[in-house]
């Protein structure tokens, strides 16, 4: 299920051009740093990354 803020209708985008931009075959790591539901971190670990993940909270 997707909430509005969900990255998931941006994947193609993101995985495109994050790949592009890296460009690494080696040593890959991927940090995704407003992982939210985890759906960015999820493809990357698919695609054989190391995926460190981080979501900060702050209530106000």
Avoid: H, Q
Wanted: proline content about 0%; charged content about 20%; some cysteine.
């Amino acid at each position: 299920m997707n909430y509005i803020g969900s990255k998931y209708s941006l994947m193609d985008f993101l995985t495109e051009t994050i790949t592009t931009v890296a460009g690494c075959e080696t040593n890959k790591v991927f940090a995704d740093l407003f992982a939210g539901t985890g759906v960015v971190g999820k493809t990357f670990k698919e695609k054989g990354y190391n995926v460190i993940l981080y979501e900060l909270n702050l209530s106000v």
